[in-house]
């Protein structure tokens, strides 16, 4: 990035050629109005790059913006207050075997990532750990965590309403593909598109449903700021990002309830 102070000092360099130029050069003489135009022009400029410069980050792959700035996956809030929250495990994980195997014929079928799967059991409440990153291969959990739902439709934290219709704010039930590795504005800086595979979760795209992480949601303190996104914490976002690239075929993300 280039530093501010020291743009300034080459526009200040530029305005003495521009002067001496005025002065010494008689074929090529420039009106002292000319020469403030010009001057008033670059400062346009500067101020052109300023404001396309967060429309031009958007449009940057993660990787190539990342080249640019020093990435701080340890932001929290100054002088957060944090009531104790009992989180809990799922003790029984019967089911999650179950619909694990279902996973597996279903990523086999259509040539999907057939080492892992992520499963996110949603029956359970907001302070349960319902995110499961599954191995496959093994037949066994590999990692838990907290996840948000949406928060639209009148979902609480102990109650999740579903819909697939765009601007409701809510999770959608269904098995989706993890896409395209990009950047976000939120927690570690990356996230990962969902493209939903049932008429469920079919506007997933469309609506812009992602993974990412929340800065301020702590791996052992949940939140609920879900528009329908999969938001986990800053911990839990590096390991997944570091699983993903991985993978050489698309992984199954399955939210089921």
């Not at 990692?143 to 697939?164: D, I």
Request: charge should be negative; charged fraction near 25%.
């Amino acid at each position: 990035m280039i530093r501010r102070d020291f743009f300034y000092y080459g526009k200040g360099v530029l305005v003495l050629l521009i002067l001496s130029s005025f002065v010494s050069c008689g074929n090529r003489q420039q009106s002292p109005s000319a020469v403030v135009s010009e001057i008033q022009s670059l400062g346009q400029e500067d101020e052109q790059q300023t404001d396309s410069e967060s429309v031009y980050r958007e449009k940057l792959s993660f990787d190539e913006y990342s080249e640019s700035m020093e990435i701080d996956s340890n932001e929290v809030c100054e002088g957060e207050v944090r009531i104790p929250i009992e989180i809990k495990g799922i003790d029984d994980l019967s089911r999650i075997h179950r619909k694990a195997k279902e996973a597996r014929i279903y990523a086999k079928k259509h040539k999907m990532n057939d080492r892992f799967c992520f499963l996110l059991d949603f029956s359970h409440d907001l302070f349960t750990k319902r995110f499961f990153v599954y191995d496959l291969l093994n037949s066994c959990v590999m990692q838990t965590a907290l996840v948000c739902h949406g928060y639209g439709g009148g979902s609480t934290e102990s109650k999740v309403v579903f819909s697939n219709d765009p601007g409701s704010k809510c999770s959608s039930l269904g098995k989706y593909e993890v896409g395209t590795r990009g950047y976000s504005g939120r927690g570690i800086h990356v996230n990962y598109q969902l493209h939903g595979l049932e008429s469920t979760n079919s506007n997933a795209f469309r609506r812009y449903v992602v993974i990412h992480s929340y800065e301020y949601f702590m791996c052992d303190f949940p939140c609920m700021v879900s528009e329908g996104c999969v938001i986990v914490c800053d911990d839990m976002m590096l390991y997944l990002d570091g699983l993903l690239k991985t993978a050489t075929k698309p992984t199954l993300l399955w939210i089921f309830r």
